[in-house]
Every structure is written in structure tokens, then in C-alpha cells.
């Protein structure tokens, strides 16, 4: 198993660049995911580290060789594709055999293998069926195995579950991730689904037009977003933004939107212009007695919690608030803060101010 | 708008019964969804209420009236499909125009105007109005072939997974709009999903559809904490409810075999001891999932809960749902 390490990695077709000076480090056993909107970069990365792609410049370490110019069969990588690649005409066995056949590997040691992988997938009793035959997961099952049974140094992983749908792709997640707590190999995983992303990954890559907006644990990138577009593309709702021009200077603990001060956490950097204050829906608190005030568009029933979408001075903005709690659209009223949590943007860069809230230990606040 | 009665609707295609024994009111003015997976026989209904399928058996009353001999124009609804299907070539005034012209309806074109004036605003497309249907985003071309059926005065919408072709932002977006379009205008709405965020948030009423049956029908909030069915309490609630053997846990009550648990309804740190065997930081929630007595459960705790793998949890189930070996539910006495 392997670290990768991927350094000022940079990717152009013709003039356009898709990758932009791209480095981050995929820690030994690590479930990895790069996660972003179609067109971000995050396929080519992967498909660079695999070998599918070579990259304009920049360096790829796997397992301390350098094999950015390398080709992918110099790569000890197994790639498993959004729509399972299998061979349609041959059964389970040999499709999930055929990686260690192509290498020379004698028979014996083959049918082990293949009986070991086929235990740990569970799908021991399919192995002379024909692929054609199978449902989408075992379709899944069997593409993981031939991925699995070469024991590559690291996977790659391109929205193996994209195609599957809802109910049965959180029971997929949930073997995936499962698997790879057994084996424990290093894995990249592609995605565009910020709640798998959260639910699977040690690690998250948020990337946005070639560049990696944010590179951290998942309830860390929640909870300290860097950029607004991490902020808006990370959580369900997303974060609000509510917009005013303001000024802070390091040591403030107060902003001003319209007339209600609002507490922040204390801020370390000095900005003007138009700021945001950005807040997640479950830290906004409805109080008839909060100076803050905004009416009630609509309320979205979800189980135990309920979405409360207001209008405010400072534009729209979502509520995550218990169920049992009556609002009804039309009526005005007050929003509290949970102060600790808001994060302030430079809305011209879109970029988090420095507050307390990024200093060690503040996210639990 | 109208209220539309279906009673004992019968439908099948050769050997799949697609509509078995339908009986439901859509009350006028109520937002009714119908969910259920692929195959549960949503559509079917919807065909069979507009007359493009017509049923083995059973009636279906439109305002008071029985629309067995009507042809689907006649019926006067209007529907809305998954794919939006607009006239490429027209702007999007002239597709907002197209049902109007109709040469059966004769509307005056002021009145023509006037119309897609309003409908344009409540979509808040008026500005897009002269431009061509193909130079828009997917979330306004939706819009527009919603708008169509809404220039249209018909008894009811019906509508065909509206929204499931859009990404998922748009889709919380164009959720509110129609939930504030359907009490702005007073309309009668009958929608059909497999999403169960969107027969949540935008019912007044839930129709639970499972093999052509309709399992259940109730307010979103009847369907979530009452559910009649362990297939109903399954489909509702994210991540899903953990249905296990009723005797792992005491209190149960006879003739019960499955005690199905909400992720919310575990309370930790009292009770029975169990293992944690994988941590998600979710953000807003950390979801534990546990291992108890060789089965394993889904739980929601703090999101900045300390628990680890491996680390042990007392668990105590609150206010749980128990079901007989059919599925049925079985309600707690005292």
C-alpha cells in the first residue's frame, strides 16, 4: 500500500487548463476524495495520478517513485470506472480473474485469489453466472473484485456509484467504505456528491475550476470553509450569505447589518467593502425577542428537523429548526446567531476572514 | 381547481397488476404526492386520471363528475412531464402561448397577454420571455413547461417527477417556488415522486404507493411517525429507519417480531451496551453506526460527538415502532 504525494501537478488541453498548480498528500491507507462540479478537474487529477492521462508539469509520488511521466501499466494502480467495464460474454470467475490470467499468474494461485476476493464481496455464490444476468450492485460487486484481487498499491475511483440509484448507492457507500476499513488500501475516490463525499472520505479535495479551494477532514471543511464556494457547495441546505458592507479590524467581535449589531467570533484580519456573514441553517435560532428580523416564505417538513426559509434585510436565509415548532409563511420574526459559528467572507475574493474561529480547537467553541 | 375521487381502480398489463384497488380523494386545493420506487405504479395513475390509460376497473370523478367517457381533453387536466418538452424553435412566450391557442379554446389575445404576463411573473421569467426556449438553463426550461400547464385553467396538475432532472440546488429552489405557485393559486396538484425530501416538503397530503397498492395516505407527518406499515416506515426519513428482531430489546409487545428504531429515536449513554463501528462527520450530524448483539443500527449524535471506532456506547431505543411478522404495525398500549 502507498502514500501519494502530488505536487504543483498542472494540466492544459490546447489552452485550456483543466488542473492548475494542483498539491496535496494522500496519507498511507487513506480513503481520499476529490470532490467538486462537473468540469472542476477533480477526473483529471485522477486519471493523471493514474497514469491515463500525463500531466503538463508537476510531480506524482507513489510510494516514494516519481511517476508523473510514467505510463499507467508502470503504475501499481487499480481503476475501478463509473459504468462497470465488464467483459458481458464471460461469468464472474474469469471476468474478476482476468487481471492475474493477463499477468501470468499460474492457475492455482488464480482460483485462490479469486475465491478470496469473492468471500470478501460476498458474491461467492455468482462466480459461474454470466455478468449479463447480474443486478446493477453485484454488476458493482464484480467490477470491485477485478479492482481488488490484483492487490494494486492504490485505487482509483471514478463515481463507482454514480449510475446506481438512490436507496441502493447509500447501501453501496456504505460496503465501499466497509471494504476498504478491512484492506485498508489507499483509495482516490471522484465525486460530486458532497454528502458522500462527508460520509465516505478520511479526507476531502474541494476543487473548482482547476484549483483546490480546500484540502482537510470533512467536518473541518464543514465547519471552516476557506472559500464561499466551499461553503455553498459543502452541506444541505448550504451555508446563507447574508450581504452588507461593513468594516472589521482585527480584535472586532460585532458586525453591523442595518441597524442589529450581530456578534462574530473575534476577527484577526483587517477588511471593508461588501463582507458576507456566513451562517449554516441549524446554527440560525428563531426568537420572537431578537432584534434581527425576517419573514417567513416557507416551511419544509423533514421528520424530527423542518427548513424555515425567510426573507431577511440581507437577503434569503434557511432555518434548520425542530419539527414541533409551528411557523407559518407570512409571519415576521426574530433570528438569532449561534455566534461562535459564523464565518465573515471578503466577498470580492470569496475568501473566509481569519477569525477565532480558525484558531486551534475553535471549530468546538 | 377541482376535487378528484378515485374509487377501486383496477389497472393491469398482462400479468402485472399495475393498479390494484385504488381508492383516494385529492381534496381541491391539496398538494397530493404519491411516492413510491420505480414500479410502485405512480405513473400508471397519473395516465389513468389524465385518460391516456383507461382502467380494468373502478371510477374516477373530476369535480363531482365521472370522466370515464372523456377523452383526455376533455378531462381537462394538465400535465407536466420529467422531461420538458418545449418548442425549440418558438420563444418562450410563444411556447407560454401554445395551449391558449388552441383553436377549441378561442381565447382573445389580450386575454392571451394578460395570462402569460402573470404566469411569467410567478415563475420569475418575465425577463426571459422573447428569448428562444433552447437559450435557457435547464432550471428555466423546467420552469417554462411547468408555466405552460399553469396558463391553462384545468381542474388539476398532474405531474410526473418534475424536478428529477435538475441538480440538486435548483431543485431546492424550484421546491419552494412551486409549493408557493400551488397556495398562491389555490391549485389542486397531484405529483408523483420517488424522492422522499420532496413528498415531505411540498405534500398536504402523502399517498405511499408499494406494488400498485396505496399503502397509505396522510399528512407528511402522519406518514413519518405513524406509519401503518414497515415498508411506509422504511421509505420515510433519512438515514433510515433500523428495523431489528423485537426481542433485543425488552418491552415488546406480543405478537410483535420487528422493532423498527429511528436513527433519532436511540438514546445514548443509558441501557444496553453496544460497540461503535464507524464514525461519519456529517457536519450539521455525526451519524454512529453500532454494532448491538451481532445486528447493526444507525444513530444520529452531536456533531461534535468524541465518540471513536471501537469505542463503547450504552443504547436505549425511544419511542420505537413494532411490527408483526406481515409488516403490520402493532400499536403500544399504555
Known amino acids: 500500500m502507498a502514500e501519494i504525494v502530488i505536487k504543483n501537478l498542472r494540466k492544459e488541453f490546447g489552452a485550456f487548463t483543466a488542473v492548475k498548480s494542483s498539491s496535496f498528500t494522500v ?17 483529471t487529477t485522477l486519471r493523471m495520478i493514474a497514469g491515463l492521462e500525463l500531466p503538463t508539469s508537476g510531480e506524482i509520488w507513489i510510494d516514494g517513485e516519481e511517476v508523473a511521466q510514467k505510463p499507467a501499466s508502470q503504475r501499481d494502480i487499480a481503476f475501478v470506472f463509473q459504468m462497470f467495464a465488464l467483459y ?3 461469468s464472474v470467475r474469469k471476468n474478476i480473474s482476468y487481471p492475474l490470467v493477463s499477468q501470468g499468474m499460474p492457475k492455482a494461485q488464480v482460483a485462490a485469489k479469486v475465491a478470496e476476493v469473492a468471500r470478501i464481496l460476498g458474491i461467492e455464490h455468482l462466480l459461474d453466472k454470466g455478468v449479463s444476468g447480474l443486478s446493477g450492485g453485484d454488476r458493482q460487486r464484480v467490477a470491485l473484485g477485478r479492482a481488488i484481487v490484483r492487490k494494486p498499491a492504490a485505487f482509483m475511483m471514478d463515481e463507482p456509484l454514480g449510475a446506481l440509484d438512490a436507496e441502493f448507492r447509500e447501501h453501496m457507500a456504505e460496503e465501499l467504505r466497509a471494504l476498504h476499513d478491512r484492506m485498508k488500501a489507499t483509495t482516490v475516490y471522484v465525486t460530486h456528491d458532497q454528502l458522500e463525499a462527508m460520509q465516505m472520505g478520511d479526507k476531502i479535495v474541494v476543487m473548482n475550476h482547476g484549483v483546490i479551494e480546500q484540502f ?23 451555508m446563507n450569505f447574508m450581504r452588507f458592507e461593513g468594516h472589521v479590524r482585527p480584535g472586532n467581535d460585532h458586525v453591523r447589518l442595518g441597524s442589529v449589531d450581530l456578534r462574530v ?44 426559509t425567510l426573507d431577511t434585510p440581507n437577503g434569503s436565509l434557511k432555518a434548520r429548526v425542530p419539527s414541533g415548532r409551528v411557523v407559518n409563511p407570512g409571519e415576521t420574526t426574530g433570528l438569532l446567531f449561534t455566534p461562535e459559528k459564523v464565518t465573515l467572507f471578503d466577498e470580492a475574493h470569496g475568501r473566509a476572514l481569519k477569525s477565532a474561529l480558525h484558531d486551534e480547537g475553535g471549530a468546538r467553541g | 381547481m377541482a376535487e378528484v375521487v378515485l374509487s377501486h381502480l383496477m389497472k393491469s398489463f398482462g400479468p402485472v397488476a399495475a393498479t390494484q384497488d385504488v381508492s383516494m380523494t385529492v381534496p381541491d386545493g391539496a398538494f397530493v404526492v404519491l411516492l413510491g420506487p420505480s414500479g410502485a405504479g405512480k405513473t400508471t395513475l397519473l395516465r389513468l386520471i389524465s385518460g391516456l390509460d383507461k382502467p380494468d376497473a373502478g371510477s374516477i370523478s373530476i369535480g363531482g363528475q365521472d370522466v370515464a367517457r372523456l377523452t383526455p381533453a376533455e378531462r381537462n387536466v394538465a400535465m407536466v412531464f420529467q422531461q420538458y418538452s418545449l418548442y425549440p424553435h418558438l420563444t418562450v412566450r410563444q411556447n407560454l402561448e401554445f395551449p391558449l391557442k ?20 410567478v415563475l420569475r421569467i418575465s425577463h426571459k420571455l422573447d428569448n428562444k426556449a433552447t437559450n ?13 400547464a399553469l396558463v391553462r385553467n384545468p381542474s388539476i396538475y398532474l405531474m410526473d417527477e418534475p424536478l428529477s432532472s435538475l441538480d440538486a440546488k435548483l431543485r431546492a429552489d424550484l421546491r419552494i417556488e412551486l409549493k408557493r405557485i400551488q397556495s398562491d393559486l389555490g391549485a389542486t396538484i397531484l405529483y408523483v415522486t420517488h424522492d422522499q425530501i420532496e413528498a415531505m416538503t411540498l405534500a398536504t397530503h402523502v399517498g405511499v404507493l408499494d406494488h400498485g397498492r396505496l399503502v397509505q395516505f396522510g399528512t407528511p407527518r402522519e406518514i413519518y411517525e405513524s406509519p401503518l406499515t414497515l415498508s411506509v416506515a422504511q421509505r420515510l426519513g433519512q438515514p433510515r429507519i433500523n428495523a431489528l428482531p423485537a426481542d433485543l430489546f425488552p418491552g415488546a409487545p406480543s405478537g410483535a417480531t420487528t422493532i423498527a428504531l429511528r436513527p433519532e429515536h436511540i438514546r445514548l449513554g443509558e441501557g444496553q451496551e453496544a460497540r461503535v463501528t464507524r464514525v461519519e462527520r456529517l457536519g450539521d450530524q455525526t451519524r454512529l453506526h453500532l454494532r448491538y448483539q451481532g445486528h447493526v443500527l444507525v444513530t444520529v449524535a452531536d456533531p461534535h460527538s468524541r465518540l471513536e471506532t471501537g469505542d463503547a456506547i450504552a443504547i436505549r431505543p425511544e419511542n420505537p415502532l413494532y411490527f408483526d411478522p406481515q409488516g403490520a404495525r402493532i400499536a403500544r398500549k399504555g
Open chain 1, 88 to 90: 458481458p460474454h464471460l
Open chain 1, 27 to 43: 496519507e498511507d491507507g487513506e480513503f481520499f476524495m476529490l470532490l467538486g462540479p462537473s468540469g472542476c478537474g477533480k477526473t
Open chain 2, 102 to 121: 388552441s383553436p377549441v379554446l378561442r381565447t382573445p389575445q389580450a386575454e392571451i397577454g394578460s395570462k402569460v404576463a402573470k404566469v411569467a411573473e
Open chain 1, 265 to 308: 467570533p473575534v476577527q484577526h484580519e483587517d477588511a471593508g467593502g461588501q463582507l458576507v456573514f456566513g451562517v449554516r441553517p441549524e446554527h440560525v435560532t428563531l426568537d420572537d425577542h431578537a432584534s434581527y428580523r425576517g419573514r417567513v416564505i416557507a416551511s419544509e417538513y423533514l421528520g424530527t428537523t423542518q427548513i424555515i
Open chain 1, 216 to 238: 482537510g477532514r470533512p467536518q473541518e471543511i464543514y465547519d471552516k470553509p476557506a472559500t464561499m464556494f466551499v461553503a455553498e457547495f459543502i452541506g444541505s441546505p448550504p
Open chain 2, 136 to 148: 435557457l438553463s435547464g432550471g428555466e426550461m423546467q420552469r417554462v413547461s411547468i408555466g405552460r
